[in-house]
């Protein structure tokens, strides 16, 4: 494994965990050249169902685009990487458990609204209020009014 720092090819494992659920193994590296630390994640390889966008357009499914939409939602919130990890691999597995070969991105909102909504109430309403599109202030007041439930 390269380093991502400084591109040297010799890497040591400093620490192997398996996850909770036993899907990916994390391991921790360090460079033997620079000896900075850095972070590898191992998964099966799987085909996971085409994206159907609103539009009609089919895309591949990105585990980096996922992380990417949850980690804005959740930009300067008090959760964890783990615990993000922990809510893409269980929307993963929803999608591989539908076993269809193509699934509308809806579908993946809807899963990512969900655990959104079990990790942080304001990353909720902020993922929630871009992707419901709202037109007026009253749908929003009525999806904080449903959090605060």
Do not use: W
Request: glycine share 4%; with cysteine; net charge positive.
């Amino acid at each position: 494994m390269r380093c991502p720092f400084c591109g040297h090819a010799e890497t040591q494992v400093v620490e192997t965990r398996v996850s909770e659920e036993g899907d990916f193994i994390r391991r921790r590296r360090q460079c033997a050249d620079c000896e900075k630390r850095f972070t590898t994640y191992e998964r099966p390889d799987v085909n996971y169902p085409a994206i159907v966008k609103k539009d009609g357009r089919r895309i591949d499914y990105e585990r980096a685009k996922l992380l990417a939409s949850m980690n804005l939602a959740l930009r300067k919130r008090p959760v964890s990487t783990d615990q993000i990890d922990s809510a893409i691999e269980r929307i993963e597995e929803k999608l591989l458990s539908l076993g269809l070969r193509e699934v509308p991105s809806t579908r993946i909102g809807e899963l990512v609204m969900r655990e959104l909504k079990k990790l942080d109430k304001v990353a909720y309403v902020r993922f929630a209020s871009v992707y419901r599109s709202f037109e007026d202030i009253d749908e929003f007041r009525a999806l904080v009014d449903e959090v605060r439930r």
